[in-house]
């Protein structure tokens, strides 16, 4: 929480869990914020903006105005799933406050430029774990975090095991599982304080074994234990594991484009079909899904891996 004191805030600095102190001077005419440390931290300046709104001190007067509104980040937001999400929650009269991160820098500038006052980005490569470490230093956002979707994903290059170099396995686990524990640790004594949730996009590859995409599916299996794990060790986080089912993304061209060649016939034929015969879902049903949860997911859905029609989830199912 932030402490008022006379010209000056403290506020908390997420990622390193420290507190900084802003002080306001006038000189000449201008008013500027002067961050100071107030310990030894180490965090870089990002050229990125690390606060909501036009200063620092513009989420309290959010949060006295919108009570609901909740603090997300929203991993993989520039396209596909992470995209319907990122729009649903900002479509919220709840106001929500998000964090976008991907790779595509024009989308996530589009997002900053169009929701100047509700949205930080982070533009990086998940695999690069030293990003993800320091992704979210220096964010400000008033000592409090409610939830993590993470949703980014990649299918790897789909290849068989008796193809597959260790690099090309130990880098996709790096994109899908690893980035994720570090997200996780580096966030979670703010998702413990707010009784916060973390909601992955799992697959329905985590229990269906398709030939070259051995990888995919270990991955998201992997989440899916992460979410049971999570359930025991922080009783005070919902996490849950979301299977979007087959949505009509890039990465379903990529499938049809690029991978269809080291798949089993039968594998072939089911993709195929199911965007000529319009079967791909659009990605607001998991994605509007999957939103609700970040914002709402009860307690007792902690550690499932449900589908994102399962009736269980019928109260998070809007259009
Ligand atoms: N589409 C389906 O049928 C389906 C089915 C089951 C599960 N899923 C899961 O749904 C999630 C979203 O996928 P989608 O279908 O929406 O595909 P998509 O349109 O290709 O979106 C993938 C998202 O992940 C981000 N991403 C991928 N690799 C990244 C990396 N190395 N670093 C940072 N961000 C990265 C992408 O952002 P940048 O390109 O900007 O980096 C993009 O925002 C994934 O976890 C996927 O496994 C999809």
């Given at each position: 929480m932030p402490l008022s004191r006379?010209?000056?805030?403290?506020?908390?600095?997420?990622?390193?869990?420290?507190?900084?102190?802003?002080?306001?001077?006038?000189?000449?005419?201008?008013?500027?914020?002067?961050?100071?440390h107030r310990s030894t931290s180490t965090c870089k300046m990002s050229t990125e903006k690390n606060y909501f709104g036009s200063s620092p001190e513009y989420i309290l007067k959010h949060r006295t105005q919108y009570p609901s509104s909740r603090t997300i980040v929203v991993s993989g937001a520039t396209a596909g799933i992470g995209l319907a999400?990122?729009?649903?929650?900002?479509?919220?009269?709840?106001?929500?406050?998000?964090?976008?991160?991907?790779?595509?820098?024009?989308?996530?500038?589009?997002?900053?430029s169009t929701n100047p006052d509700r949205?930080?980005?982070?533009?990086?490569?998940?695999?690069?774990l030293g990003f993800v470490q320091s992704m979210l230093r220096g964010v400000q956002c008033d000592g409090r975090l409610d939830?993590?979707?993470?949703?980014?994903?990649?299918?790897g290059k789909c290849l068989r095991i008796g193809q597959m170099e260790g690099d090309e396995w130990d880098r996709t686990f790096r994109i899908n599982v690893t980035s994720c524990v570090v997200l996780i640790k580096e966030t979670l004594p703010l998702l413990r304080s707010a009784k916060g949730r973390i909601i992955f996009t799992s697959s329905g590859a985590a229990t269906n074994a398709y030939p070259s995409w051995g990888v995919y599916g270990a991955t998201k299996?992997?989440?899916?234990?992460?979410?049971?794990?999570?359930?025991?060790?922080?009783?005070?986080?919902?996490t849950v594991s979301i299977r979007p089912g087959v949505?009509?993304?890039?990465?379903?061209?990529?499938?049809?484009?690029?991978?269809?060649?080291?798949?089993?016939?039968?594998?072939?034929?089911?993709?195929?079909?199911?965007?000529?015969d319009g079967k791909l879902l659009p990605p607001e049903k998991p994605g509007?899904?999957?939103?609700?949860?970040?914002?709402?997911?009860?307690?007792?859905?902690?550690?499932?891996?449900?589908?994102?029609?399962?009736p269980q989830l019928a109260e998070y199912q809007v259009e």
């Open positions: 006379g010209s000056c805030l403290i506020n908390y600095d997420l990622c390193s869990s420290r507190f900084l102190w802003y002080c306001q001077h006038s000189v000449g005419g201008w008013k500027i914020q002067r961050k100071v999400i990122a729009n649903h929650l900002l479509s919220s009269s709840d106001q929500h406050l998000l964090i976008l991160a991907g790779r595509k820098v024009d989308v996530l500038n589009d997002f900053q949205v930080i980005t982070r533009a990086g490569d998940m695999a690069d939830a993590l979707a993470l949703n980014h994903g990649t299918l299996a992997a989440i899916n234990h992460l979410a049971m794990t999570l359930k025991n060790e922080e009783p005070d986080v919902t949505v009509d993304t890039a990465m379903q061209m990529d499938i049809r484009e690029k991978f269809l060649h080291n798949m089993d016939e039968k594998d072939q034929q089911k993709f195929l079909s199911a965007k000529s509007n899904v999957i939103a609700e949860l970040a914002v709402k997911a009860k307690k007792e859905l902690s550690g499932l891996f449900l589908s994102w029609d399962d």
